[in-house]
């Protein structure tokens, strides 16, 4: 099932996907609270399926890390969620 999105993902250009992620964490740190969850949650939900798809050649401190990325952004929209941010 990931196999061809993932095939759709490399024909792009190699920049733009960096880009395009980067600029959904960008929004959804800076915007008003009804779109930063849900900005936030879309690079919460890519960078989760990218663990999943990954974590059997991962090695345990490369699989520590991506899941503390992981924790920091969804503890980022709880707060976002609150008001906290």
């Known amino acids: 099932m990931s196999y061809p999105v993932l095939l759709g993902l490399t024909r792009l250009p190699k920049w733009l996907l960096g880009v395009v992620t980067a600029g959904l964490l ?23 399926w990218l663990l999943v798809l990954a974590w059997p050649r991962l090695g345990p401190t490369p699989r520590l890390i991506r899941m503390a990325v992981i924790g920091a952004l969804a503890a980022a929209v709880i707060a976002q969620s609150a008001g906290v941010l």
């Open 26 to 48: 960008l929004g959804g740190l800076l915007a008003p609270p009804p779109w930063a969850p849900l900005l936030l949650g879309f690079v919460i939900a890519f960078l989760t």
